[in-house]
């Protein structure tokens, strides 16, 4: 029957992870230890872009808690109003112990909806790719920033730019995906590919998406049907697979733990090392 398939591509696991995590802390420590080498710029900036929801914002919350080694809520709390929406154009530092902050940011914007009137608009996120959106600056859906408003940054700075963008989307809805929300991404994909700004993709929710993962995160790259929306993401956005990643957000954890940390980080070793080629050559 339809329901036994369907149950059966859900929970189908290879032997072997199709891409193995450490076992060993050696991605939390090239994260914990990255400076940049270009000393024009202070700090690695992030942007995080994808549909309303896609848990974006947890992401941020993830590797906070990652690194402070306990679970933390600033990116939802700081950034919620009305909605969950992330209306304001905000980044987030996260603290290094009683040294200062880590050398990357990552920045927060609002969520890509399938109706114009609702969502941020692709020229904002265009806008900020090359770092003119100030900081603060609050998105009016449906109605981009111009060189008027107090907001435009006119000569932004390197720190000001991003250097890496990272598509994010919930693993178990990318078949799901508005033809108009692939069509902002992909548009945004593209500005990003002509500025020269590397890319990652990273899916979320895997454990709402597959039984297995949710029975046990160490099954997240072994999942198939995982490993096919990995795929399938890779042709709508026209990015090669390896540079997508499959991560569970913290949501309900009391604490962080390793099975949980490996994939976040496993992620984020490649943004990092991707945005800081991209910084070498600036
Ligand atoms: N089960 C599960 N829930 C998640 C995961 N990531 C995020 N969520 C939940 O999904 C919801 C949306 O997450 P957000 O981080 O607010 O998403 P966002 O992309 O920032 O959303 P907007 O700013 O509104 O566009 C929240 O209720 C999160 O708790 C995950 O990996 N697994
Ligand atoms: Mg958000």
Same mark, same amino acid.
């Given at each position: 029957?339809v329901?036994?398939?369907?149950?059966?591509?859900?929970v189908?696991?290879?032997?072997?992870?199709?891409?193995?995590?450490?076992?060993n802390?050696?991605?939390?420590?090239?994260?914990?230890?990255?400076?940049?080498q270009?000393?024009?710029?202070?700090?690695?900036?992030?942007?995080?872009?994808?549909p +309303?929801?896609a848990?974006? *914002?947890?992401? =941020?919350?993830?590797? #906070?808690?990652? @690194?402070?080694? $306990?679970?933390?809520g600033?990116?939802?709390t700081?950034?919620?109003s009305i909605?969950?929406?992330?209306?304001?154009?905000i980044?987030y530092?996260?603290?290094?112990?009683?040294e200062?902050?880590?050398?990357?940011i990552?920045?927060?914007?609002?969520? +890509?909806?399938?109706?114009? *009137?609702?969502? =941020?608009h692709?020229? #904002?996120?265009? @806008?900020?790719? $090359?770092?003119?959106?100030?900081?603060?600056?609050?998105?009016?859906?449906?109605s981009?920033?111009t060189?008027?408003?107090?907001?435009y940054?006119?000569?932004?700075?390197?720190?000001d730019?991003v250097?890496?963008?990272v598509?994010?989307?919930?693993?178990?809805?990318?078949n799901?995906?508005s033809?108009s929300v692939?069509?902002?991404?992909?548009?945004?994909?593209?500005?990003?590919?002509?500025?020269?700004?590397?890319q990652?993709?990273?899916?979320t929710?895997?454990?709402?998406?597959?039984?297995?993962?949710?029975?046990?995160?160490?099954?997240?790259?072994?999942?198939?049907?995982?490993?096919?929306?990995?795929?399938?993401?890779?042709v709508i956005?026209?990015l090669?697979?390896?540079?997508?990643?499959?991560?569970?957000?913290?949501?309900?954890?009391?604490s962080?733990?390793?099975?949980i940390?490996?994939?976040?980080?496993?992620?984020?070793?490649?943004?990092?090392?991707?945005?800081?080629?991209?910084?070498?050559?600036l």
């Amino acid at each position: 029957s339809v329901y036994v398939l369907t149950h059966y591509l859900l929970v189908a696991v290879f032997s072997q992870p199709w891409r193995p995590l450490p076992k060993n802390n050696e991605d939390l420590n090239f994260v914990k230890s990255y400076e940049p080498q270009n000393k024009n710029i202070t700090q690695l900036r992030i942007l995080l872009h994808g549909p +309303f929801g896609a848990g974006k *914002s947890s992401f =941020i919350n993830s590797v #906070d808690s990652v @690194l402070q080694g $306990r679970i933390t809520g600033r990116a939802l709390t700081d950034a919620t109003s009305i909605k969950s929406f992330t209306k304001k154009y905000i980044s987030y530092k996260i603290e290094r112990g009683n040294e200062g902050y880590y050398s990357f940011i990552f920045t927060d914007i609002m969520g +890509f909806e399938q109706n114009a *009137s609702r969502g =941020i608009h692709i020229e #904002d996120v265009k @806008l900020a790719l $090359r770092g003119h959106v100030a900081e603060g600056y609050k998105f009016v859906p449906n109605s981009p920033m111009t060189q008027d408003s107090g907001s435009y940054q006119a000569s932004p700075s390197l720190d000001d730019r991003v250097h890496v963008l990272v598509s994010v989307i919930p693993a178990g809805r990318v078949n799901l995906l508005s033809d108009s929300v692939v069509k902002k991404m992909r548009e945004v994909r593209l500005e990003a590919c002509e500025m020269g700004i590397p890319q990652v993709a990273i899916l979320t929710k895997v454990d709402e998406a597959c039984p297995t993962v949710n029975n046990n995160i160490e099954n997240i790259y072994k999942s198939k049907y995982l490993k096919q929306q990995v795929d399938r993401l890779s042709v709508i956005l026209g990015l090669p697979s390896n540079c997508i990643y499959l991560v569970k957000n913290y949501g309900t954890e009391n604490s962080p733990n390793d099975d949980i940390n490996a994939p976040i980080l496993s992620a984020l070793r490649q943004i990092i090392s991707y945005g800081e080629d991209f910084v070498n050559d600036l």
